[in-house]
């Protein structure tokens, strides 16, 4: 269990590291995490209960507050959770949200930028201008004028520092504790200047009541009033900037939170009214017309609608939603109407679930991150250290006090702290919030760290490589017999079975929209098959083995059947009034995308791994299917967990582990990077470090290519943000002053400013990141696909050659829905591959491994109510 607290006052990564600091010298805290772009602290206790969660929370805001920051507990002053009684967590009224918060500031930050603007600019211009030859008022120009000049520079200088003391106070109090930061550096440089102007002014005062004017001239020139105006005003300016590219990093999860729906149509008692959906309960029945939003999770009680998920989980398409079927919150109805059942409400519901995912990965480290920390940890005291030797340095070698000053200045001007502290934190927040968007969710950044290094994924079978269920996948009739009447009467007799591959045979034949007439005599041979009359003949199905008890010769099929259990699916015989009719080929069907995933992976330079319960045969069928580079066949769960061990102890890069089911859920655990698929179970998804919403394994190939694409932009961040204080410093410091390379204090805070932008700016180039499409393969897809290769020599090229196109019009389509219901019906087509519909074009185009009569394809169509005919 953790608590989440609000930091306040941290401006850069020395922040962070002494409060993290001051958190860990706390009695009772067992790990600590700071997160400086959301200022924000998760801090996990040795002892969990009320109490001493109390004492420890009172102790820790206290601790960070003897450090010179703010903390408090999100969500109230208690570390033990107030909970309403639909389950949501509740807020103490009043108590402003971090969002709300930031926004505040960056209010703020924007009037100061303001005000330092309307007084910094007549100062720049009043004390620079003679240098480009703007015209000064006559009362401040000449020698004689100086006193006038200088004081109303000093009078432009205060309101900047007073709009800026923020600087001042969290700088110097910082410095006090002995843990200065970035505010310290500005606070010193801002300081020293302005000083150095104040001291001037008093060396006029007296150069002018000695009757020395050019004494009094030449200090004029020098009063570095402005360059601690510019300071303080270009290190806002950059600060308003960055505050406003922190703002996009978080916006994919301020999407997902501003999905939530406000309000439910609520039906009681024949009657439907409009509730806040903080007053939606388990069990309350919710209608949900065209357009609006699924208010909660739950399951479709009544209707039918063509619901919209890609904002949950990345898929475009409409999914048609009917009775029985469930229903994800936040989702958007887009045609039909429904009533739905409220399963999940509040802080329970999926959409609730993947924020509170993400807001813990972003609350996370990345291993990397603790080089930031370490260099961060003594930046500030070694870059003050720096300015003290080079105003010494320069001094000491006669070069004067202003010229020393301002290389000191510089120096401390233009380190930056805080490109080193955000450099890991925004790509973490930008990379889990792009992959939450995509359907990807990361539980951790470490995960996602890790993920980067995979060179091995373990993929299990049944659920994730394969659909999980038995279905038919060959029908094939004897000589003489009609396949619709033998399809029809065989799901007859099978319709009384509880048998899975009965379901498959009877969802067979309801798919292609076949009657299936009543059967009567049923009767089941215990590891056989069944029997039964339909009509005026007599039916069986089942298994060789049923076909010879009842001296049913099987004939030519014999070499079929074999064929089909070679390759790994179940050969199911049907007989008519005792001679055989036809035989089914009955398999757990590999997912379309699977094969692709695994071309996808192995392209990436990552080995796959297929592991299995199921026996060697049926595996390697798989494999034809879906070329994975190794079969690990015939393995217990706990042989899972003890294969995975094995992988990851090989040392041969980070090891992936892909599963769906409780058998996989120690796997998982034990894999250097769990990924359940969205599809599993609970146990599955709580093992695991990700979660693909989609339960496509091509998510696992975009899932390595994130965490490769963020990782990518972290090095770049920590490079750039290390390079430039390299090199940056000497030279503000006057390491190249004999090559007349010298920096002024104004372009080293306008310098600063400019580097912790650029790394917050490239960051949120992951918001525009697409994952690497690899094309699938249809030969792939077809060879070894369980019966449709008949001929184990044949070539790819001979099966490439097999496929087909045809395209039908396709008359009244009205909206997405209409072209999901098209597409299914014609998917459901046995020989076809694949179904692109174009609903403006009105025309579907289908591929083909087997010819298929156009009369099929056009009567599949018009079952689902449509106009469609043959286009040339």
């Known amino acids: 269990m953790k608590q989440t607290f609000d930091i306040t006052g941290m401006t850069c990564a020395a922040c962070s590291a002494r409060v993290e600091k001051a958190t860990r010298s706390v009695e009772g805290v067992q790990d600590v995490a700071v997160n400086l772009l959301k200022n924000s602290m998760e801090v996990s206790y040795t002892d969990e209960t009320p109490a001493a969660r109390q004492r420890v929370d009172d102790a820790v805001c206290a601790a960070v507050s003897h450090a010179g920051y703010g903390a408090?507990?999100?969500?109230?002053?208690?570390?033990?959770?107030?909970?309403?009684?639909?389950?949501?967590?509740?807020?103490?009224?009043?108590?402003?949200?971090?969002?709300?918060?930031?926004?505040?500031?960056?209010k703020q930050m924007r009037m100061r930028l303001i005000v330092s603007f309307a007084f910094t600019i007549p100062l720049f211009c009043l004390s620079m201008g003679h240098m480009f030859g703007w015209p000064t008022p006559s009362f401040f120009s000449g020698a004689e004028n100086v006193l006038p000049f200088a004081l109303t520079e000093f009078l432009l200088l205060l309101p900047v520092i007073f709009?800026?003391?923020?600087?001042?106070?969290?700088?110097?109090?910082?410095?006090?504790?002995?843990?200065?930061?970035?505010?310290?550096?500005?606070?010193?440089?801002?300081?020293?200047?302005?000083?150095?102007?104040?001291?001037?002014?008093?060396?006029?005062?007296?150069?002018?009541?000695?009757?020395?004017?050019?004494?009094?001239?030449?200090?004029?020139?020098?009063?570095?009033?402005?360059?601690?105006?510019?300071?303080l005003t270009l290190i806002t300016l950059g600060k308003y900037f960055e505050a406003r590219a922190k703002g996009k990093?978080?916006?994919?999860?301020?999407?997902?939170?501003?999905?939530?729906p406000k309000t439910a149509v609520l039906r009681a008692s024949g009657e439907e009214r409009e509730i806040p959906i903080e007053d939606v309960r388990v069990g309350d029945e919710l209608v949900v017309r065209t357009g609006a939003s699924v208010p909660v999770d739950g399951v479709v009680v009544e209707g039918s609608a063509a619901v919209d998920e890609s904002a949950i989980t990345g898929e475009s398409v409409p999914v048609e939603k009917g009775v029985g079927d469930r229903v994800i919150g936040a989702?958007?109805?887009?045609?039909?109407?429904?009533?739905?059942?409220?399963?999940?409400?509040?802080?329970?519901?999926?959409?609730?679930?993947?924020?509170?995912?993400?807001?813990?990965?972003?609350?996370?480290?990345?291993?990397?991150?603790?080089?930031?920390?370490?260099?961060?940890?003594?930046?500030?005291?070694?870059?003050?250290?720096?300015?003290?030797?080079?105003?010494?340095?320069?001094?000491?070698?006669?070069?004067?006090?202003?010229?020393?000053?301002?290389?000191?200045?510089?120096?401390?001007?233009i380190s930056c702290p805080c490109a080193l502290?955000?450099?890991?934190?925004?790509?973490?927040?930008?990379?889990?919030?792009?992959?939450?968007?995509?359907?990807?969710?990361?539980?951790?950044?470490?995960?996602?760290?890790?993920?980067?290094?995979?060179?091995?994924?373990?993929?299990?079978?049944?659920?994730?490589?394969?659909?999980?269920?038995?279905?038919?996948?060959?029908?094939?009739?004897?000589?003489?017999?009609?396949?619709?009447?033998?399809?029809a009467s065989a799901a007859a007799v099978e319709r009384y079975s509880e048998h899975p591959l009965a379901k498959a045979l009877v969802d067979y034949a309801s798919n292609r929209g076949l009657a299936i007439p009543e059967a009567r005599e049923f009767s089941q041979v215990e590891g056989g098959g069944v029997s039964a009359v339909v009509g005026s003949s007599r039916y069986m199905v089942g298994n060789a083995r049923l076909?010879?008890?009842?001296?049913?010769?099987?004939?030519?099929?014999?070499?079929?059947?074999?064929?089909?259990?070679?390759?790994?699916?179940?050969?199911?015989?049907?007989?008519?009034?005792?001679?055989?009719?036809?035989?089914?080929?009955?398999?757990?069907?590999?997912?379309?995308?699977?094969?692709?995933?695994v071309k996808a992976l192995s392209a990436m330079g990552i080995t796959t791994v297929m592991m299995t319960g199921d026996n060697e045969k049926t595996a390697l069928a798989v494999q034809k299917t879906c070329p994975v580079d190794r079969v690990i066949a015939g393995v217990l769960p706990a042989d899972k967990e003890r294969e995975v061990a094995r992988l990851v102890e090989e040392g041969s890069g980070a090891v992936a582990m892909v599963g769906d089911g409780i058998n996989?859920?120690?796997?998982?655990?034990?894999?250097?990077?769990?990924?359940?698929?969205?599809?599993?179970?609970?146990?599955?998804?709580?093992?695991?470090?990700?979660?693909?919403?989609?339960?496509?394994?091509?998510?696992?190939?975009?899932?390595?290519?994130?965490?490769?694409?963020?990782?990518?932009?972290?090095?770049?961040?920590?490079?750039?943000?290390?390079?430039?204080?390299?090199?940056?410093?000497?030279?503000?410091?006057?390491?190249?002053?004999?090559a007349g390379v010298t920096l002024n204090p104004m372009i080293a805070a306008a310098a600063m400013s400019l580097s912790s932008v650029c790394v917050v700016s490239n960051a949120l180039r992951l918001r525009r990141w697409k994952p690497t499409e690899y094309s699938a393969n249809h030969e792939a897809e077809v060879d070894g696909a369980l019966g449709r290769c008949q001929d184990d020599g044949c070539s790819k090229d001979d099966e490439k050659e097999n496929l087909m196109e045809k395209t039908l019009h396709v008359e009244g389509m009205m909206c997405p829905r209409c072209v999901a219901?098209?597409?299914?019906?014609?998917?459901?087509?046995?020989?076809?591959?694949?179904?692109?519909?174009?609903?403006?074009?009105?025309?579907?185009?289908?591929?083909?491994?087997?010819?298929?009569?156009?009369?099929?394809?056009?009567?599949?169509?018009?079952?689902?109510?449509?106009?469609?005919?043959?286009?040339?």
């Not at 694949?834 to 009569?853: F, H, I, M, Q």
Request: hydrophobic share 50%; net charge negative.
């Open 664 to 738: 996989d859920a120690p796997a998982l655990a034990r894999a250097d990077v769990g990924i359940a698929i969205g599809a599993g179970t609970d146990i599955a998804m709580d093992a695991a470090d990700m979660v693909l919403m989609r339960s496509d394994l091509l998510d696992v190939a975009r899932a390595v290519q994130l965490s490769r694409a963020t990782m990518r932009i972290i090095k770049q961040n920590l490079f750039w943000a290390l390079i430039y204080n390299a090199a940056c410093i000497p030279v503000a410091a006057g390491a190249l002053a004999w």
């Open 821 to 872: 219901h098209v597409k299914k019906a014609l998917e459901e087509v046995p020989g076809v591959e694949r179904v692109d519909v174009d609903l403006d074009a009105k025309r579907a185009v289908v591929t083909l491994s087997e010819d298929v009569a156009d009369e099929v394809l056009v009567e599949a169509v018009v079952k689902e109510d449509y106009e469609a005919s043959m286009e040339a």
């Open 249 to 260: 990093t978080t916006d994919a999860v301020t999407s997902l939170m501003d999905l939530s």
């Open 547 to 597: 076909m010879e008890s009842g001296g049913i010769a099987l004939g030519g099929l014999v070499l079929a059947g074999e064929r089909v259990a070679d390759e790994g699916a179940t050969p199911l015989f049907v007989a008519k009034d005792g001679a055989v009719a036809g035989m089914v080929a009955v398999a757990d069907a590999v997912k379309p995308t699977s094969a692709q995933a």
């Open 163 to 231: 709009v800026n003391f923020k600087f001042f106070k969290v700088g110097f109090i910082s410095l006090a504790h002995g843990a200065p930061n970035m505010d310290s550096l500005i606070a010193l440089g801002s300081t020293a200047s302005t000083l150095y102007g104040v001291y001037a002014l008093y060396r006029m005062g007296y150069a002018l009541g000695a009757g020395q004017v050019e004494a009094a001239h030449a200090f004029a020139m020098d009063l570095y009033f402005e360059s601690a105006a510019m300071i």
């Open 421 to 487: 502290g955000l450099a890991t934190p925004t790509a973490i927040m930008v990379g889990t919030g792009r992959g939450a968007r995509s359907g990807i969710l990361v539980k951790s950044a470490e995960v996602l760290q890790m993920a980067h290094d995979v060179k091995t994924v373990v993929l299990d079978k049944t659920g994730t490589i394969t659909q999980g269920h038995p279905g038919v996948i060959s029908f094939t009739c004897a000589e003489g017999a009609d396949e619709r009447e033998l399809v």
């Open 331 to 413: 989702t958007v109805s887009r045609s039909g109407w429904m009533v739905l059942r409220a399963e999940h409400v509040g802080e329970d519901t999926a959409l609730a679930g993947i924020i509170r995912m993400v807001d813990e990965a972003t609350s996370t480290k990345a291993p990397i991150e603790k080089i930031a920390d370490k260099v961060s940890g003594v930046f500030v005291p070694v870059v003050i250290a720096i300015a003290l030797v080079a105003f010494c340095v320069w001094f000491a070698m006669g070069a004067g006090l202003e010229t020393a000053l301002a290389r000191a200045i510089s120096v401390l001007v």
């Open 72 to 106: 408090e507990v999100r969500g109230g002053g208690s570390a033990v959770a107030r909970s309403s009684s639909n389950g949501t967590s509740s807020r103490s009224a009043g108590r402003a949200t971090p969002q709300q918060r930031a926004e505040a500031e960056r």
